[in-house]
T-cell receptor, first 112, second 112 residues
Framework: ETGVTQSPTHLIKTRGQQVTLRCSSQSGHNTVSWYQQALGQGPQFIFQYYREEENGRGNFPPRFSGLQFPNYSSELNVNALELDDSALYLC???????????FGPGTRLTVL | SQQGEEDPQALSIQEGENATMNCSYKTSINNLQWYRQNSGRGLVHLILIRSNEREKHSGRLRVTLDTSKKSSSLLITASRAADTASYFCATDAGQGAQKLVFGQGTRLTINP
């Protein structure tokens, strides 16, 4: 059974640029959630995808967007990067309607 | 915004001692989970307790839940150096998306 994978591991961007982060869900999982974790804080829910549709969103602006593909992998896109977007971005997969989520290792984004 | 708070924010104990961490939350929940995070990497699911349960055990872990006080505790017995990590509680209100709401975490250090 393959766990959740994310790419890239680290990324450095400048303010105003756009970034795409990728996530492959655990085998058999059809739901993907994205979280942002600032340094020293707990993860904050960005949004969730189920059957290629957004299925819930946290308190994040529209410049945070996502996709889920038929193989359940997912992308997180962030436009017009701001310094405060610097954080660890975590992807988690799960089976629909079950509470336990399985996290990937994260992508560390630094915005300069 | 964070759902709740972990207490203490940091805990340092000797190997072999027991470690207790507490979590408080604000709204009604369906379940509460504890996750571990090593060195800013992905989160690992430890244990889930449902709102109708009061206590649950898994190996060296013991979790309690008091819904009247909106609080939970995680006890790690006979601690080991490998238990050094940050520990987060996460709640799930179960309204649509499986949106996990995390506290700010307890940083646990086990000294050899």
């Amino acid at each position: 059974e393959t766990g959740v994978t994310q790419s890239p591991t680290h990324l450095i961007k400048t303010r105003g640029q756009q970034v795409t982060l990728r996530c492959s869900s655990q085998s058999g999982h059809n739901t993907v959630s994205w979280y942002q974790q600032a340094l020293g804080q707990g993860p904050q829910f960005i949004f969730q995808y189920y059957r290629e549709e957004e299925n819930g969103r946290g308190n994040f602006p529209p410049r945070f967007s996502g996709l889920q593909f038929p193989n359940y992998s997912s992308e997180l896109n962030v436009n017009a990067l701001e310094l405060d977007d610097s954080a660890l971005y975590l992807c988690a997969s799960s089976l629909a309607f079950l509470p336990t989520q399985y996290f990937g290792p994260g992508t560390r984004l630094t915005v300069l | 915004s964070q759902q709740g708070e972990e207490d203490p924010q940091a805990l340092s104990i000797q190997e072999g001692e027991n470690a207790t961490m507490n979590c408080s939350y604000k709204t009604s929940i369906n379940n509460l989970q504890w996750y571990r995070q090593n060195s800013g990497r992905g989160l690992v699911h430890l244990i889930l307790i449902r709102s109708n349960e009061r206590e649950k055990h898994s190996g060296r872990l013991r979790v309690t839940l008091d819904t009247s006080k909106k609080s939970s505790s995680l006890l790690i017995t006979a601690s080991r150096a490998a238990d050094t990590a940050s520990y987060f509680c996460a709640t799930d209100a179960g309204q649509g998306a499986q949106k996990l709401v995390f506290g700010q975490g307890t940083r646990l250090t086990i000294n050899p």
